[in-house]
């Protein structure tokens, strides 16, 4: 609108200096016209008054008729010369006062047309100059727009800081964070940092004269604020000071953020990371972190540390008769108790399944140590009361000392779980301190397992079979595979010697298999040759049967070497049982639809067989050596016996009494109508050699 109220300006401008000249120009038209017509009058008045008169004067003067017409002559030629001359002088006149006139146009119009270029120039700066004020406030209120825009859109609160007035200004939207309404709040740093928690108060005033001092090029905090309600937001403080030509702070401005949800949420991912989540104690992760810290704090005072780790017995028991549930109750209620008697001495940690490690900041004193580690081991001799189960979970605990056992992390803990383990082996429900005897059987062993994992490939195992014989009948009837080890140092070694290391690194899934394979060639073989018809039994462990494609594996080798499903018998014990009751069971079924035997070993030495002895497909039961080898002269002994069979029978199985050493046992066993039996008494386990040589003496019987 001004731009076109210029233009329009100027064009009356320009019509108004050319009004002018055209005025002029016509006024010297007028004075021109009025000019010729002044003349024309004198010219007119002289004339007619020069002839009256000089008419009159001559006819009186001169009376010769032709003198008069002489000098009337004359005269008419003096008028015309005297006018001549006059009208010469004034047009002359008259002429140059309109030239000046002109003159005095042109060079006013030359002079209107000179201004009136240097307002049309002047009009053009004022335009563009107008045009780029126009631009930049444009500019300006876009700017200002977005400022507003980003203000009231982002989630930043924005403060200002006047240092040397002492005057803070906060945007509503600080206030309005923490739950205040705008008068609520004084524009003062006092009363904001009356808002700040106590235990952040000093850090953030640090960090602000950090920056004010020059120290960092920009003031930024996390802490906690008071909120009208009374409870705390986390706050993410970030600013920056102008300063002086003098480098003194003057003026400093910043935001705040609410950080209060990313706060808990990692709070939340620290808790999952370094927290077990059904104990609230400390992880894995955070108990190395905890240990590498007490390690280096003793280094540095000269102080020792004991690392405990503590493992529940026969957990998995409880897990599998009562269920998870009841299994997650007792780690909470060992979490608890663990750390009551602890308490003030050190820190507790659940470090696995049911595996616990406890750090302990002591002098070193062995008396302290042990009266510690007796404190816990009492603490797990009471009973259990959970829901309406009682029981009793004992524990294995193995311990370490700092700098003693070792100077770092992975060493101690290496050697505490060495002697946890030692404490399993020797009866578990006690502790073991770690020794350097430890650490050279745990050399040996691993030295026995790198052995062990080259045995099978270089034909160091072998098969024997230890006869079974029918009671009524003595003849032989089956066999049991046992392996054995043809060590090239050590001779032969008995499973109990090295089947633990195969089962502990997996070795066991691919010796089970060769087993299978080779039982079910040799009984083929002596099916062709000598026609024997003899049941086969092959041991499993738990490992073969929680291995994902066992029952694949099985399928394999019988349509491999067309073994007869109905000659062969596997041996599980009370422990694979219990150790994962569903998934045996349901492995156990598919076996039996296939036509192979299940034989349940070692019954009568655990206490919850009978929980599961209508659930699990058995078909044999095998009494236990421990209870056949002394039930003559044992009456509660004997008693098991008689039941176990009389058990058996009602329930359509067939039992064998294994450990059988003397006549007299074989009597009494064919008393109570055992089925079967196997012991030094009938063979020792046979290579494959040797019990041939064995039928063929003996015709396939047994003398009793």
Known sequence: MGKIRDKKEQSKASKFIHRIYHYVQNQGNVEAKILSLRIAAIYIVIGGAWILFSDRVLSVMIKDTHAFMVIQ????????????????????????????????LVESHRKAELANEKLKAAQEKLEEQLKVLTQNQMELKKTEERYRLAIEGANDAIWDWDIQREDTFMFSRTKEMLGYEEDELENRSKAWNSLIHPDDFDRVVEELYRHLEGKTPYYQTEHRVRTKSGEYKWILARGKAIRDSDGKPIRMAGSHTDITE?????????????????????????????????????????????????????????????????????????????????????????????EFGIIIYDNGDKYDIEKITSELKE??????????????????????????????????????????????????????????????????TVKLENELRHALENNQLAIYYQPQIDLKTGQVVGVEALLRWIHPEKGILSPDQFVWIAEYTGLIVPIGEWVMEMVSNQYNLWKKIYQWDLNMSVNLSMKQLQHYDFIDKIHNIINKTHMNCKKLKFEITESIVMEDANTTIAKLRQLKKMGIKIALDDFGTGYSSLNYLRELPIDV??????????????????????????????????????????????????????????????????????????????????RM
């Open 621 to 702: 039961l095998k009494i236990d050596k421990s209870f056949v080898h002394d039930m003559i002269e044992n009456f509660h002994k004997r008693a098991i016996v008689e039941l176990i069979i009389d058990l058996a029978h009602k329930m359509n199985m067939t039992v064998i009494a294994e450990g059988v050493e003397s006549s007299e046992q074989i009597s009494y066993l064919s008393q109570y109508r055992c089925d079967m039996a196997q012991g030094y008494f009938v063979s020792q386990p046979l290579s494959k050699e040797e019990f041939e040589l064995f039928m063929n003496m003996n015709g396939g019987y047994c």
């Open 262 to 354: 990313r706060k808990e949420k990692e709070e939340k991912i620290y808790e999952l990371a370094y927290y077990d989540s059904l104990t609230r104690l400390p992880n894995r992760t955070m108990f190395d972190k905890m240990l590498e810290q007490a390690i280096h704090e003793a280094y540095q005072t000269n102080r020792k540390v004991i690392i405990l780790m503590i493992d529940l017995d026969d957990f998995k028991t409880v897990n599998n008769t009562l269920g998870p549930d009841y299994g997650d109750m007792v780690l909470k209620n060992t979490s608890v108790m663990l750390s009551d008697i602890i308490h003030t001495k050190g820190t507790v940690a659940r470090t696995g399944g049911d």
């Open 73 to 104: 002559t004359y005269k008419g030629w003096l008028y015309v010369f005297v006018t001549g001359i006059l009208l010469y002088y004034v047009v002359k006149k008259q002429t140059r006062v309109i030239f000046e006139t002109q003159q005095k």
């Open 379 to 444: 603490a797990f001799q009471v009973s259990w009361h959970i829901g309406d189960y009682e029981f009793y979970i004992t524990a294995s605990i193995g311990i370490t000392v700092f700098p003693d056992d070792g100077q770092d992390k992975e060493t101690l803990l290496k050697h505490a779980s060495t002697a946890m383990y030692e404490a399993k082996k020797v009866g578990k429900n006690t502790f073991c301190f770690y020794t350097k005897e430890m650490n050279d059987k745990l050399i040996a």
